[in-house]
């Protein structure tokens, strides 16, 4: 139930977080505006309110929704108000494995993904392991596999070249391109992509 009504308020605040962006909206409006939006979608799907605690049924945090939806600006205020950047999710994601499964496909600039990337980098690391052992760099390259035959998205930007910043961005923060998951896979073992070829060596 509660995955739901969180994918229900995480919609309505990414079709509302481009007008608060390009507007000079204080955090306390804001605020207001979530538990309004909140309570109200509560109430409809029959769930107590939402709190920074509350998971749904995989593990996930509201925080968790809105970072996959692109919501990315409001993180320093989901933070403040008690959301925990430390959290994982019953597949030990962090924060940094779901941005890097998502954080592309949003139609955001690069330079807006990077800002976020290091917001979250000040929480969680690039070699913090999940149930798989694998880190957020592995999640990069599956983004990638799986989207990279969406015509609408190579119109909109060059996915390879933008993935291949991300990486490079992960190396120079420390990301180790040589760990291996449970498997025993390094996070380009799977790839067939032949931009990934130089982070083969």
Known sequence: MYRYAMGKISENLKHKSAYISAHQISN???????????NSICREEGVSPITPTTVDEEGDTMLFHMMRDGITT???????????????NLRHESLLHVICEHCLLNDKPLSEVFEI??????????NDEDSRGRTPLFNVVQMYERWKNMASM????????????LIEKAISQGANIHHRDHNGNTFVSKAT?????????
């Open 28 to 38: 306390k409006e804001i605020f207001a505006y979530y538990e309004k939006t909140m």
């Open 154 to 165: 190579y119109e909109a930007r060059n996915f390879a070249v933008d993935t291949a910043a």
């Open 117 to 126: 990337i290091d917001v979250i980098t000040a929480h969680v690391g690039w």
């Open 74 to 88: 409001l993180l320093p205020l989901m933070v403040q108000m008690g959301y925990d950047p430390l959290h994982r």
């Open 193 to 201: 992509s032949e931009f990934l070829a130089p982070f083969l060596s």
